[in-house]
C-alpha cells in the first residue's frame, strides 16, 4: 500500500456528502488517522453518480497543502460501476483508509412517493442497504488494517420498536443483518411490518436495518482485523435537497461526526453507532 492516505465518500456531489468532502479536505493532513499510519499525501475521492455534478461540486472544494481531491464517477447501485472503481483503486493506490458510505435516498423527497410498500422499499434499499453492502464488499478487501468505514444513518432509526431495536442490537453478522433485511421486505408485501416493530416508513426502515448491517460487519471483521473500525453515524437534521430548508445545521456540521469517525481517534470502537462526536446505545 502506498504512503498515500485514501478516502471515498459516496453521493458527495451535494449535502453532507460535499460537506464530508469539503472537512476532508481541510482537515486530512492533519488527523490522527493520518499521522498513525504515517502518510506522506492525501487523496480524497469525492464519488458521484453523475460525472457534470460531481465535476460541478469539486470546483467548489478548496483542499490544504498535500491534499488530491478527485472526482470518482461512482453509482453504488451498480456493481459494474462499484468494481471498475474499486479496481482503480486497487491498481493505483494499492488500498484505501476511510470509506464514508454517505449516499442515500428517501421517498417523499424531490417528488418521489411516499408509500410503505414493496416497490418503495426496492428502489430505497438499492441505494441506502443494498448500495452500503456492495460498497463495503468491495472495498473491505482494500482497506488498511487501521481503516475505517463509516455508514451514515439517521435519527429516525429510533421510531424501531424497542423489542425490534434489542433483537437488531445483537445481530453479530452480515448474514443475520441480511435474513432480518428479507423478513422485512416479506412483511411489507404481507402487510405485518408494523407487527415486527418497523415504523410506516421506508426510508426509516432502511436506516434501521443498515445499522444492524454495520454491526455485522463489525462483528465479523473483529477478530481478523480488531483496528479495523465500523461504524454508523447519525448526522442530526441538516439542510439538503433530502433535510429540507428548515433544518437547523449546514452540511459541513452534518458531515463532523462522519469525519471525526473516519479519520479521528474513536478509541478503537466499533460496530457502534454515533452522534455529536458520542456514542449512541442505537
Ligand atoms: N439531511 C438530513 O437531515 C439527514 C438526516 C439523517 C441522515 N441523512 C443521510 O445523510 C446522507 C446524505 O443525505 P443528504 O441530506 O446530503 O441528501 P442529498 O443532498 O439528497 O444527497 C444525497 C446524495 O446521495 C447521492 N445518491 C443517491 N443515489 C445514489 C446512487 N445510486 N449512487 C450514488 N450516489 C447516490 C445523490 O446523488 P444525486 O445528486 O446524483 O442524486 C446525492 O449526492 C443520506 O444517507 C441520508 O439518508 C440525512
Redesign the pocket.
Known amino acids: 500500500m502506498s504512503k498515500q492516505f485514501v478516502a471515498i465518500v459516496?453521493?458527495?456531489?451535494?449535502?453532507?456528502?460535499?460537506?464530508c468532502i469539503r472537512t476532508l479536505a481541510r482537515r486530512a493532513p492533519s488527523s490522527y488517522l493520518n499521522k498513525r499510519v504515517k502518510a506522506k499525501s492525501s487523496v480524497i475521492y469525492l464519488?458521484?453518480?453523475?460525472a457534470e455534478?460531481g465535476r460541478a461540486a469539486l470546483r467548489d472544494v478548496s483542499a490544504a497543502k498535500g491534499v488530491d481531491v478527485q472526482l470518482a464517477v461512482?453509482?453504488?447501485?451498480?456493481g459494474e460501476?462499484i468494481e471498475k472503481f474499486a479496481e482503480h483503486v486497487r491498481e493505483r493506490h494499492g488500498g484505501i483508509h476511510a470509506l464514508i458510505?454517505?449516499?442515500?435516498?428517501?421517498e417523499g423527497?424531490?417528488g418521489r412517493t411516499a408509500l410503505f410498500d414493496s416497490d418503495t422499499v426496492d428502489w430505497v434499499f438499492?441505494?441506502?442497504y443494498d448500495?452500503v453492502h456492495a460498497m463495503t464488499d468491495a472495498f473491505l478487501p482494500l482497506m488498511h488494517p487501521q481503516g475505517r468505514i463509516v455508514n451514515?444513518?439517521?435519527?429516525?432509526t429510533y421510531t424501531a420498536s424497542p423489542e425490534l431495536r434489542e433483537r437488531l442490537l445483537k445481530v453479530g453478522s452480515v448474514r443475520e443483518a441480511d435474513a432480518y433485511m428479507e423478513e422485512f421486505k416479506s412483511a411489507v408485501r404481507d402487510g405485518t411490518a408494523g407487527k415486527l416493530g418497523y415504523p410506516a416508513q421506508v426510508?426509516a426502515s432502511?436506516?434501521i436495518l443498515l445499522n444492524a448491517l454495520t454491526k455485522g460487519f463489525a462483528a465479523e471483521n473483529k477478530a481478523a482485523h480488531p483496528n479495523l473500525l465500523i461504524n454508523y453515524i447519525?448526522?442530526?437534521?441538516?439542510?439538503?435537497?433530502?433535510?429540507?430548508a428548515g433544518?437547523p445545521?449546514t452540511?459541513e456540521q452534518?458531515a463532523d461526526t462522519a469525519c471525526w469517525a473516519a479519520v479521528e481517534d474513536i478509541s478503537g470502537r466499533s460496530g457502534v453507532g454515533f452522534s455529536n462526536r458520542a456514542e449512541i446505545e442505537w
Open positions: 459516496t453521493g458527495a456531489n451535494k449535502g453532507i456528502g460535499l460537506g464519488a458521484s453518480r453523475d455534478r461512482l453509482d453504488v447501485t451498480s460501476s458510505n454517505n449516499a442515500g435516498t428517501a423527497v424531490g438499492k441505494v441506502n448500495g451514515v444513518s439517521s435519527g429516525m426510508y432502511s436506516k447519525n448526522p442530526g437534521w441538516v439542510r439538503t435537497d433530502m433535510g429540507g433544518a445545521l452540511p452534518g
